[in-house]
């Protein structure tokens, strides 16, 4: 054995004997690791699993109103239930299969589905490409090999084109007992919902990354703080640099290597054990499937590991340097510890601070606002790095010396703080990005909920296939007024023409961000349009301006007197008099009833009578179901904020448990001059709290920005749409207690413990 | 001031009991020095005295109060007010530089005296050194941070862990003759355990422990 493996072997021996004596060390470590590497995995399984049904909505240009799909999933739907029904003539419908990241339909009848005129090779191929696009397999191609209809049961039959009644009536009576008839109900404001919803997800998964990339490295950073009274005696004992850079290395990543592999292997664990749980909520929430536990774990080990070398890697060139210094422990941890900020660079911290939050201004794209995203939540960091031990320490010196106990526990929770910076990161990232989506989901919340009381002015809407004008001809027992529609092509892109009754008193109900002086005039007398958010944004429009639209009598030249929000919409629309558009619409998308509720029933059977496709509709639940919609669309993102917040303040707790067990000395010290051991913990706990709070005061105004800049450059460029920046302070301390609570819940928890080792006399003398 | 009598320690692992029916006394302004073979039981004896650790028979009396009756609080109380320790591993608060750190037990006992610890730190030789953050320090000077800290409060009683194992000769003598000088000008016990013979001649009692018992020198 060569003399360097000799040293080698013994430095690392000599590191891991001390595993002995404190084994809490590198087990708080793995621990650390551990819950990021489980956290990121949850966090990307249901990323994967919930993007899966995400793929449904590529087909919504093909006309599908309902899907049949299985009661339970005891009893799943087989082949021979969508054979037996196509051969009783339910040819309508077509099967498809989704796992987490296929979706496969049976393209043959799909293409035979379509009308005969459009029935070409070229249309065929249209359809191919576009299935293929969007990553849409026959479903000959996906069963085959090992995967068959035990392993992987059909998910569905989508119902292809309009059901008359007769059509939906035969279709319920024919299906087994196991299946049911349910609304396919992905229509294009939910698609764009989803949108938004994929979006989150990227975001919550972006973030999730960022903060495990924090956790990993201060866990790293206490393993090296743990490590230097050794290091600093095998270097004063001759070994080099080099062979301890290389034990630390190995240290590392033999403790990140069993952290991370166990933490992949009970995140997909856990993931599995709440799939069916997900499924269901996907199923009755979105319609949607969710099957994450079919993502490859060996593939996230595989990530896991390489991201654990990596880092390593990274440590061990930070740590180069610091061994040089390390022949003296004092020096060492100052150089670590008590780095002093110089004054002169907080001027060019707060500087670059008020750049980064004026730049914001400028931000043009979404890749632009994404990446700003990034670096607001680095500034952040920096600033948690940098400034929170000063403005803590500027705090702490404010205590008056005659209470010294307290005096004590701000001073130490100073030093603590700059010893648990990094894990302070993880947190902040989590409280900051938390409390900004919440501010910008309860924003949009207060905004939809208001444009859509104000938008919806009827007491009653009614939504029927029927092909003709009910408001017109064999007069309605009650007011119908129609809402005239026709989709046109501009520049290559579908605009919806929508109409907008004539009358004054309808003027209140159109919510406007912008419009001209004379918009109302100009728009009665056919001169003028409104157009949506959408259209504004993403044709660079606004109010002054002029478009040409596609009318009957040709290319007609409108004024733009007003922008309206039209959230959830991810068309481009205008709205038309209802003069204009009445004599060459192409739809009716509703009718808005005026009846009272003693004339509902009367209205009801009218309708009945003339369309039994139509649906009688009160305002109050069409605004209930909007708003459910809302809700459900931002639950997974919840759950993914929380889950990431937890794993941060977990990291953190295991942070600053490691660090309190370094000041034992201290603490026995207190209870040596008479401080009780209440008293003790009620210090400690005083000190975690003084930490927390400042972290959350500090992440309170990057929260704000992140909220600002998601409310008025992600949605902009995203969506093409925005709302005014609601900051509810209850939004707002909910977010900060929830963080703030996770913490000190988890920190207080250790503290029962702590009793037993005061009276330890090895430590005391 | 400090009254043992047939002092029983025994640990569950150990056959023997490490303090065997150990009695001392030491009257107020009197000192005494403890030396004996490592781990002979000296660091337990004085850990017994400050009642960090439980006896396993006996009795302790300090200032009137016998340690095994006391309740936890009054135990806590007992020692803020009567009891100043000079820790082995000085035990300093490393948030603090050193003119907190000795003030500190003062300030929770509630006898701060800004002039009287100046005079403390000045006869320590830390006079120009007590705005220093105590990780700054050497570990003489720590040292003597500790014992500072253990005198300012005015204790009745101070237990000393070989207060000058970390100093060198010169500091050592003018240390702990300030030590000693303290302790009688003040009327306060002061139990030192040391491996020094020349801190040990400072007593006015000398002890050598051996087997669980005192034998006076």
């Known amino acids: 054995m060569s003399r360097a493996m000799r040293v080698l072997i013994l430095a690392l021996g000599t590191q891991l004997a001390t595993y002995r004596q404190r084994f809490w060390e590198p087990l708080l470590i793995i621990v650390a690791i551990f819950i990021a590497s489980a956290g990121l995995t949850a966090v990307a399984l249901i990323n994967a699993g919930a993007s899966s049904q995400l793929k449904q909505f590529a087909l919504v240009d093909v006309p599908i109103n309902f899907h049949v799909i299985p009661r339970s999933e005891n009893s799943p739907l087989t082949r021979s239930d969508y054979a037996a029904l196509r051969r009783q003539g339910l040819n309508a419908l077509v099967a498809y299969t989704q796992t987490s990241d296929r979706l496969a339909v049976d393209t043959v009848p799909l293409f035979n589905l379509l009308p005969a005129a459009n029935r070409s090779t070229s249309q065929q191929n249209s359809i191919a490409q576009q299935a293929a696009l969007n990553g849409i397999e026959d479903i000959n191609q996906f069963y085959r090999d090992d995967v068959t209809l035990q392993t992987h049961p059909l998910s569905g039959l989508l119902v292809v084109g309009a059901l008359s009644p007769e059509q939906y009536k035969l279709l319920e009576e024919s299906l087994p007992a196991h299946l049911q008839l349910a609304p396919f109900t992905l229509t294009s404001s939910a698609s764009n919902l989803s949108d938004s919803f994929s979006l989150n997800l990227w975001a919550m998964g972006a973030l999730m990354v960022l903060v495990s990339i924090f956790i990993v490295f201060n866990a790293f950073n206490l393993l090296l703080a743990a490590r230097t009274p050794v290091l600093v005696k095998l270097r004063q004992l001759g070994v080099s640099q080099a062979i301890l850079l290389r034990v630390l290395q190995l240290e590392m990543f033999i403790l990140a290597l069993v952290g ?260 109302w005039s100009a728009f009665h007398a056919q001169r003028g349009v409104f157009i949506n958010q959408q259209f504004a944004y993403r044709e660079g429009l606004s109010t002054g301006d002029t478009v040409s639209l596609p009318l009957t009598s040709g290319l007609q030249a409108f004024e733009i007197v007003g922008v309206y929000p039209d959230y959830g919409n991810p068309k481009a629309q205008v709205l038309l008099p209802e003069a204009l558009l009445s004599n060459e619409y192409a739809l009716i998308s509703a009718y808005a009833a005026f009846a009272s509720s003693s004339e509902e029933a009367a209205l009801e059977s009218w309708l009945n009578e003339h369309s039994e496709s139509a649906r009688l509709i009160p305002r109050s639940t069409l605004i209930e179901q909007s708003m459910m919609v809302f809700s459900r669309t931002f639950l997974t993102t919840d759950t993914l904020n929380l889950v990431t917040m937890l794993v941060a303040a977990l990291s953190f707790f295991v942070s600053i448990t490691l660090l309190v067990m370094d000041i034992k000395p201290q603490l026995l010290l207190l209870r040596s001059v008479g401080v009780s051991p209440f008293r003790i913990k009620l210090s400690l706990f005083s000190q975690y709290c003084f930490i927390a709070v400042s972290c959350a005061l500090l992440a309170l105004p990057f929260a704000l920005l992140l909220a600002w800049l998601l409310v008025n450059k992600v949605n902009r460029f995203a969506f093409h749409w925005t709302y005014p920046l609601i900051l509810d302070p209850m939004i707002i301390m909910q977010s900060l207690l929830i963080g703030l609570g996770l913490l000190l819940l988890l920190m207080a928890l250790p503290l029962g413990r702590l009793q037993a080792r005061f009276y330890s006399q090895q430590e005391a003398l | 001031m400090i009254a043992v009598s047939d002092l029983l320690k025994h640990y569950p692992d150990s056959s023997s009991p490490i303090i065997d029916q150990l009695s001392l006394n030491v009257i107020a302004g009197q000192s005494v020095s403890i030396q004996g073979a490592s781990g002979c039981g000296k660091s337990t004896l004085l850990a017994l005295l400050a009642g960090f650790e439980q006896s396993s028979g006996g009795t302790i009396v300090i200032a009137g109060h016998a340690l095994e009756r006391l309740s936890q609080e009054a135990a806590d109380s007992f020692r803020m007010h009567h009891l100043g320790v000079i820790f082995q591993q000085f035990n300093l608060l490393d948030c603090f530089n050193v003119w907190d750190n000795v003030a500190f037990t003062a300030r929770l006992k509630g006898n701060y005296n800004a002039s009287r610890q100046q005079t403390l730190l000045n006869n320590l030789g830390l006079a120009d050194r007590h705005k220093a953050p105590v990780s700054m320090l050497s570990g003489g000077e720590q040292q003597r941070v500790a014992i500072a800290r253990a005198l300012n409060h005015l204790p009745d009683v101070v237990l000393a862990d070989e207060p000058t194992g970390n100093l060198d000769e010169q500091t050592s003598d003018i240390v702990s003759q300030l030590l000693f000088n303290y302790c009688q000008e003040q009327g306060a016990a002061l139990v030192v355990v040391t491996h020094s013979s020349d801190v040990a001649r400072r007593a006015q009692t000398q002890y050598r422990l051996h087997q669980g018992r005192l034998a006076q020198e």
């Not at chain 1, 997900?278 to 979105?286: A, K, W």
């Open chain 1, 260 to 519: 991370a592999v166990g933490g992949v292997i009970a995140g997909a664990s856990l993931v599995s054990a709440i799939t069916p749980v997900l499924s269901n909520i996907y199923r009755f929430l979105l319609d949607g499937q969710f099957s994450g536990g079919q993502f490859s774990t060996p593939r996230l080990m595989l990530l896991a590991v390489v991201f654990c070398a990596i880092a390593v890697m990274i440590m061990g060139l930070l740590i180069r340097q610091l061994l040089a210094h390390s022949l003296a422990r004092r020096s060492y941890l100052v150089a670590v510890f008590k780095q002093r900020f110089k004054p002169v660079y907080n001027f060019w911290l707060l500087l670059s601070l008020a750049a980064v939050a004026l730049g914001a201004w400028l931000v043009a794209s979404q890749l632009q606002a994404l990446l700003y995203i990034g670096l607001v939540l680095i500034a952040g960091c920096t600033t948690v790095v940098l400034l929170m031990p000063q403005l803590m320490s500027l705090v702490a010196r404010r205590i008056s010396t005659t209470k010294p106990l307290l005096h004590w526990s701000m001073h130490n929770a100073v030093s603590l703080s700059q010893r648990t910076r990094l894990a302070a990161c993880a947190f902040f990232i989590a409280l900051a990005a938390n409390i900004g989506m919440n501010v910008m989901v309860d924003s949009f919340r207060q905004a939809t909920e208001q444009w859509l009381e104000q938008r919806l002015f009827a007491p009653f809407y009614v939504y029927t296939d029927f092909e003709g004008d009910l408001s017109k001809g064999e007069a309605a027992p009650v007011p119908l007024l129609a809402r005239y529609g026709k989709d046109v092509r501009v520049n290559g892109q579908t605009l919806e023409l929508r109409s907008f009754p004539d009358g004054i008193e309808y003027q209140q109900y159109l919510m406007l961000d912008d419009q001209s002086p004379w918009a």
